[in-house]
């Protein structure tokens, strides 16, 4: 330990003191060791740590109180990251190479900077009122706050306050404030995450007085917070999801259409439907199966957990006969065992369920009868709901659908084998999917897990969960609301969060409804049209145009496989989501409270229609200086510009930047179908970007960890332009277990005049213009390990 008496430290931080302190609060004493900073105070005690140059993390222990280490968020280990500590003037400083941490030895009070720039500050830090204890923080007047879960009340979320406890919504439109994932996190326009790390039930406060004050409130358990600091948008969502974990690349089928109802009786109308989507040559990779397939009722059932035989009587037959078709099946599965289920004994003797304070099963009633809940937590509970799934995956099914897992109903007097219902009602979904994903891990290691989970919490992506939005109404203000929620959860971590396509709730035939959102579904994570029955949620029952028309949006999304496949990638070793908001490149024109436009990946900028009868559509094109082409039309608009465009009912507006390698691929029936050997390379020129890069990530789609295992194929593209030419350079590197793949690339450039001539490595290659779409295709000879060079000469 050692102790610096510098006085500079007091210009940097003057502002970020100048606010009310808590004049009770002081520091006693402090130490370091081991690159841990532990100060003394009169009320307790703090710890402060850095995870990297960029994350640092602060707990109080208040008197009375002993440190508890575990989160159930986190996951990267402290990394021993060289830091000072340094006091003058009456501050402590503790300093990383990025973040710096400012204590004010009397009044006590801490601030955060990131190279030099304030961050955030306590404001009375820590408190006791209204029975809770809490965190407050000081905002800048003109800061922007995003966060706090799933929830549809505007892209900029400061001036509300949020109940931290995972509630569904059913039928929502375009507002909810609380809805099954409350994630406790707020992010700023500022650029930095503030992560408060315990899942107990509380309130997340976004300056809701108008005061410039961000309150964190608990019913109790760690005073521990992570602040996460980036350069940029990226670097923030790399080191959050750095901190709590990184979503693993789903199977492949997962990109594909599910055809999913409320729900399918029995065994011949499953294979109805999937035929139906055969015969119509509408490609299909998955089928969901809601409650019915263990029960002939909605109620009185739930639990069994087993296949129905007098509607489903030879499951492993029809799952095998699907899966030969290119199907995957999807079964849902609910926590709640009723006292009318069949495995009801089997829950008590085997001890899985959770508990009175006596030791009892803790019994109740809800919408679908008298239950007990499994006590995930527990090894006993753990134990018997693995076996179930298990057996389920033995027998064939692909994936699995976790419903009413926020809980539906948990209360408060139940008891869980680590804690009250309250204390760990908000990673009730959270550690079901870790359930799912460790036995996986255990039992199926060479296989991805598809997990479809309504509730969760901070880093379920780590275990592979694909969130949905929970039960929207099937309605014009349901469908506006899906992009806020999806970005904003993207920018969580969560970044799969989709939404069941044309809505959920209510017995609406609107086609023009259900196209558009089909039309949306594109270009979010999960193509999954959901519905309630009495009005078909698959598009081989709607009428003929609007059948045609959702038809033409699947064909499209399976076209973009590769480049959906690619961005998952990325996902996956970056954390960038893969839904966007534009203020991620722009914070111009109100760009950070833009959800109506967004990207979709590196790529493309998406705007959906969400006005019924539409005929025109605000587009705001991010980035001054950029330009932007229209995906199916070509034509040009410059960046940093709001625009009114035209709308057809054919297509929602979407469009790529220049400067844009995208690959896509022939359409096929289901992605077993697909083998990655014919590939669409489509570039989009333009004069003013005379560098860039692009990639494609190709593996056999169903091993996991196949990145890490070197079980996978990498090709990079490159584009360098000047006066005259065009050179587009493509180099592929395959893993050290992967054998590389005999590709054939069809090179597409748009926004170019005819080309004098195209030449491959030197040599002269055969090509074709547009004159009306401007584009210029040459077809590139099939090779393995493909290293090429195309010169377009202009």
Known sequence: ??????????????????????????????????????????????????????????????????????????????????????????????????????????????????????????????????????????????????????????MNRRGNRFQLYNKAHYGYGNRSELLNFTIPVALSSKKYALHFDNPQAGWLDFDSRRDGTLTYETIGGRKTYQVVAGDDWAGVMAGYTSLTGRQPLPPRWAFGNFASRFGYHDEKEVRAVVDRFIDEKIPLDAVVLDLYWFGKEVQGTMGNLAWDKDHFPDPRRMLRDLKAKGVNTVVITEPFVLTTSGRWQEAVDAKALATTKEGKPYTYDFFFGNTGLVDIFSPQGKDWFWKIYKGLKEQGVAGWWGDLGEPELHPAALQHATGSADQVHNIYGHDWARLIAEGYAKDFPEERPFILMRAGYSGSQRFGMI??????????????????????????????????????????????????????????????????????????????????????????????????????????????????????????????????????????????????????????????????????????????????????????????????????????????????????LHYWHDAAVTASTGMLYDDDGATADAYCKGKYEIARFSAAAQAGSLDIGIATEAGSAAAPVVRAYTLHVHGIAKPKRVLLDGRALAFTWDAKTRVAKAVLPARAKLAAKVSVQL
């Open 1 to 154: 330990m050692k102790i610096n008496t510098t006085a500079a430290l007091a210009l940097t931080f003057a502002s970020q003191f100048a606010v009310a302190q808590n004049a009770a609060r002081h520091v006693e004493n402090w130490s370091e060791k081991d690159g841990v900073l532990h100060i003394a105070t009169n009320d307790g005690s703090y710890r402060i740590r850095a995870y990297s140059a960029a994350i640092v993390e602060t707990t109080f222990i208040p008197n009375g109180e002993r440190f508890d280490a575990r989160s159930h968020a986190v996951v990267l280990p402290p990394a021993g990251v060289p830091a000072t500590v340094k006091e003058a003037d009456g501050r402590i400083q503790y300093a990383t190479a990025g973040i710096s941490v400012t204590i004010e030895r009397r009044p006590l009070r801490i601030a955060y900077s990131y190279k030099g720039q304030p961050l955030v500050a306590e404001k009375l830090g820590y408190t006791r009122k209204n029975g809770a204890e809490a965190l407050e923080f000081a905002l800048d007047a003109d800061e922007a706050l995003y966060g706090a879960g799933a929830r549809a009340v505007g």
């Open 467 to 680: 969130p949905w939005s929970g039960d929207v109404s099937r309605s014009w203000g349901g469908l506006q609301s899906q992009m806020e929620i999806a970005l904003q959860m993207g920018m969580q971590g969560l970044g799969y969060m989709h939404s069941d396509l044309g809505g959920f709730a209510g017995p609406v035939l609107d086609d023009e409804l259900y196209v558009r959102w089909l039309q949306y579904g594109v270009f979010q994570p999960v193509f999954r049209p959901h519905a309630q029955e009495e009005v078909p949620a698959e598009p081989v029952y709607r009428a003929p145009r609007a059948k045609q028309l959702a038809a033409e949006a699947i064909r499209l999304r399976y076209a973009l496989l590769p480049y959906h496949y690619t961005m998952a990638f990325e996902n996956s070793t970056t954390g960038m989501p893969l839904m966007r908001p534009v203020l991620f490149e722009d914070t111009l024109n109100d760009a950070g409270t833009l959800a109506s436009t967004y990207l979709w990946g590196g790529s493309f900028l998406v705007a959906p229609v969400t006005e019924p009868g539409a005929q025109r559509k605000e587009v705001y094109f991010p980035t001054k200086g950029s330009t932007w082409f229209d995906f199916h039309t070509g034509e040009r608009h410059r960046g940093g510009i709001l625009e009114t465009v035209p709308v057809t009912a054919e297509r929602i507006p979407v469009y790529v930047r220049a400067g844009a390698f995208v690959p896509m691929a022939p359409v096929v029936q289901s992605t077993r179908d697909y083998n990655g050997r014919s590939i669409d």
